[in-house]
């Protein structure tokens, strides 16, 4: 497989989660005068281009990581101790992230980069939305969000096919991402009364400081701003909460 530019892994990336409809939401109290309302704006722009980049740059990653790692020899021969070694070799590289694993052709658990986790065996993750998206599409997709069964969080899905010797698809290997990851770091420097939200081209919010619990995996896309961001794609807007 070629590498990726960043211009592809854009346009891939678009074409899964539709990156460029992350917004900022800034609901600070105007108190009328004009000069207020036009640097109120710059700053909630230059936070969203800054949060989008941050986003970008992680899912593009996170991405990019599973694909290298389903193009690995001892992946791609089905050995299961040579798998676990290679899964746990990147567990230590790449902390920040949950338990990576590989999951047979029929969304079989065989792999896992962490003998801490806490999963029953075997485990099947055959239903799930992702793993069906990359076994027809046969590309590296990036899940909706969803409440992830082992790790009782929200999360993001990378996945990536892994082929065999003869070009067959044998199985994916997975790297869960944190959703509350996303917004790390962003709430303490919000003005006064504002939010953060990242929403997919869906209209579904994959992470919002402050109150994430109670807005993750929500969808949105009716609210007047959400919807104008949807169809436009970039700008600033003002409009109810």
């Not at 004009?34 to 710059?42: D, F, G, R, W, Y």
């Not at 338990?99 to 075997?122: I, K, Q, W, Y």
């Not at 044998?170 to 869960?176: A, Q």
């Not at 992470?207 to 794609?233: C, H, M, Q, S």
Request: glycine share 8%.
């Amino acid at each position: 497989m070629k590498s990726i530019s960043i211009y592809g892994r854009f346009s891939l990336l678009v074409a899964v989660v539709s990156l460029p409809f992350i917004l900022y939401i800034g609901t600070t109290i105007y108190d009328g005068r004009e000069k207020l309302i036009a640097a109120t704006q710059v700053a909630n722009r230059t936070l969203a281009e800054v949060t989008a980049t941050h986003v970008y740059r992680t899912m593009s990653d996170v991405l990019i990581l599973a694909s290298e790692l389903a193009r690995r020899p001892e992946l791609r021969a089905g050995e299961t101790a040579n798998c676990n070694r290679v899964l746990a070799d990147f567990q230590q590289l790449h902390v920040g992230f949950l338990a990576a694993s590989f999951n047979d052709e029929h969304g079989v658990m065989r792999c896992l980069s962490t003998a801490t986790a806490d999963a029953p065996e075997p485990v099947s993750i055959a239903d799930l939305e992702w793993f069906t998206r990359v076994k027809s599409e046969l590309r590296p997709i990036i899940s909706q969000p969803y409440f992830g069964r082992i790790q009782k969080r929200w999360l993001v899905i990378a996945a990536a096919p892994v082929f065999d010797g003869a070009s067959r698809f044998i199985g994916s290997v997975v790297i869960p991402l944190d959703l509350r990851l996303l917004g790390r770091g962003i709430e303490p420097s919000l003005p006064k009364e504002s939010y953060i939200a990242i929403v997919d081209g869906n209209g579904t919010v994959l992470t919002r400081a402050p109150d994430f619990d109670k807005w993750v995996g929500t969808n949105v896309k009716d609210n007047e701003l959400i919807a104008y961001a949807l169809r436009t794609g970039l700008g600033v807007a003002r409009g109810p909460n």
